[in-house]
């Protein structure tokens, strides 16, 4: 080797080892999607149930229509099946891992306590206290009531990573009691509330938005990307504080979250329309939840029969749900903000009875819109500006 050859050599090196990245701090997370066990048609009528009793406090008016939707799930509880659906993934709380449920509907954090010996919590990892040194207990009591059944315990302090995103000395529910039997045979240890501070059962900040005042986030917003693939293998990333550009193309457009008696708490935003084969359905007013929880779109039933209307050969069948040809084509096109979002023609279509992606919902005048929207989508959820962005996915 002469000079000339070590001197480039070495000014190689240097200038890889130099510009090599500073070890950045992982930002994204994988989600799976909780495998469905059963068919659609066994559990819809859970799922409009469940919907209903999750957002019942500001959108169900009739409580005759709550109260036998409460009797049916109640009725329910001794059939096994398997209902939660929604996209789980890995955090560490106090060095332990769990599988949680990232859950845009509401907000707060919870894991099973080494203290609960209930069957339901012996077959999730537990947190163990002496494990952990950042831990502190606080010992406030809570009870949470959700649509798959009610947890209650104390609440807890420590570090709660996501990826390598810390949120220093989370306050988080630590469960004694599980009641509902729901939580037996799902994939996710606890749940990871990713709605508004406002939401929060137990009265604390939610462990994103402590992420971003702590400065653990370079920006106050996360996004998502659900993968479609087929339907057992969903899967998707959650990104804190940063957009992955890989996973769109084009800009992202912001959309207003509006707002509950003047406070943010869900995730929710007004629905310019929808067209189908270029035809506006001319809806007006309306506005929508968007959760991860819900594999496709519910919508009162006005809408509901609109909406199929333009579905060439759509059939609302004797129990009220719609099937449409298994071979539908037709464009439809959700609008936001006047941008228009194409769905996917595997995303009008569900499973191998040919449900449709949009069915009557429970929830007065409210549109919930889950996964059949929202893979079609790059989505990021803005705590400080009160924004929904969303740009088509890359195909
Ligand atoms: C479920 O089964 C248990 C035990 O058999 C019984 O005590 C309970 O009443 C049943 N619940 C309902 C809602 O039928
Ligand atoms: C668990 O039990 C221990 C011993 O009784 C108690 O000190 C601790 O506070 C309990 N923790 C929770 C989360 O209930
Ligand atoms: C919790 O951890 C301590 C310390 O390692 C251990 O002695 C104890 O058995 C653990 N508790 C449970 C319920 O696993
Ligand atoms: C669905 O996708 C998963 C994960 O990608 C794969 O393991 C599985 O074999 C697929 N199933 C079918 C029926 O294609
Ligand atoms: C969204 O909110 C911002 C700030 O409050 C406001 O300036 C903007 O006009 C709003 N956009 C729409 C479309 O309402
Ligand atoms: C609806 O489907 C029928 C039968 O397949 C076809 O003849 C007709 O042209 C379709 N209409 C539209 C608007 O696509
Ligand atoms: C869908 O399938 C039906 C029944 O097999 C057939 O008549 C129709 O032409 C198909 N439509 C399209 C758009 O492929
Ligand atoms: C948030 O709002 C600020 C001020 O209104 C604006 O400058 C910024 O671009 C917004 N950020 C996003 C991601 O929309």
């Not at 986030?217 to 659900?226: D, E, K, R, S, T």
């Not at 009557?360 to 803005?382: P, Q, T």
Request: glycine letters at 8%; a negative charge.
């Amino acid at each position: 080797m002469n000079i000339y050859t070590l001197i480039i050599w070495l000014y190689f090196t240097i200038f890889i080892i130099d510009s090599a990245p500073i070890t950045s701090k992982s930002n994204s997370i994988s989600l799976k999607k909780i495998a469905p066990k059963h068919s659609f048609k066994e559990v819809h009528q859970f799922y409009k149930d469940y919907f209903m009793l999750k957002y019942q406090n500001i959108y169900v008016t009739d409580q005759d229509k709550l109260a036998s939707a409460e009797k049916r799930l109640s009725e329910s509880e001794n059939l096994t099946i398997s209902k939660i659906i929604g996209y789980y993934g890995e955090i560490t709380i106090g060095s332990q891992i769990f599988k949680t449920l990232f859950d845009l509907g509401s907000s707060d954090l919870w894991v099973p306590s080494q203290n609960c010996t209930q069957y339901s919590c012996s077959i999730h990892k537990r947190f163990n206290e002496s494990l952990s040194k950042t831990f502190n207990r606080i010992g406030t009591p809570f009870s949470l009531r959700y649509e798959a059944g009610t947890v209650s315990g104390i609440t807890g302090k420590d570090n709660v990573l996501v990826g390598e995103i810390e949120s220093e000395g989370q306050i988080f529910g630590l469960v004694q009691e599980e009641d509902g039997d729901e939580f037996e045979p799902v994939e996710f240890d606890g749940i990871f509330g990713m709605g508004f501070d406002d939401l929060s059962g137990i009265k604390t900040t939610t462990p994103f938005s402590n992420m971003v005042k702590q400065k653990a986030v370079a920006n106050p917003y996360f996004g998502i990307y659900l993968q479609r693939s087929n339907d057992t293998g969903h899967t998707g990333t959650l990104t804190l504080g940063d957009i992955d550009t890989t996973k769109f193309t084009g800009n992202l457009n912001y959309n207003n979250v509006s707002t509950i008696k003047g406070k943010n708490v869900y995730w929710i935003l007004d629905v310019d329309d929808i067209s189908i084969n270029g035809n506006k359905l001319k809806f007006k007013n309306r506005q929508a939840i968007f959760d991860t929880g819900s594999n496709i779109v519910y919508m009162p039933e006005e809408d509901a029969k609109t909406y199929h209307k333009f579905i060439n050969g759509s059939s609302l069948n004797n129990d009220r749900t719609y099937t449409v040809p298994c071979n539908a084509t037709d464009q439809v096109a959700y609008i936001f903000g006047d941008v228009s979002y194409n769905i996917d023609q595997s995303d009008l279509v569900m499973g191998s009875d040919c449900y449709s992606s949009v069915q009557i919902g429970s929830i007065d005048n409210m549109w919930l819109i889950g996964d059949s929207f929202l893979r079609n989508v790059y989505s990021v959820y803005n705590i400080k500006n009160f924004t929904i962005g969303f740009a088509p996915i890359s195909k």
